[in-house]
């Protein structure tokens, strides 16, 4: 049998998940900071952060705050031309 979970519980379990991702991302730099030398640290670095971008693009999270971004910003521009569009039917003038 199955436990079921609130929101709040799996919102907790998600933040701990991250922190935990974070922390051993962390200790993993500074380990191979003190075995690698600077070249090889650097050559390291670079693919870990590829794969890290790599891995936010494929599960979509950056996709979507970027083009959600987009997104909100087009429709937020042409609800302010609509507004606008209508104050000058009527006459009204300004911004505010």
Partial sequence: MRAEYSAAAGGVILVARFAAGAVLNYAFGIALAWLLVPSQFGTVSAVQNVLLLAAG??????????????VLLAV????VQVIRARRRRRGETGDG
């Fill in 76 to 79: 937020g521009n042409a609800c």
């Fill in 57 to 70: 693009i494929v599960t979509g999270h950056l996709v979507m705050a970027v083009f959600g971004g987009i």
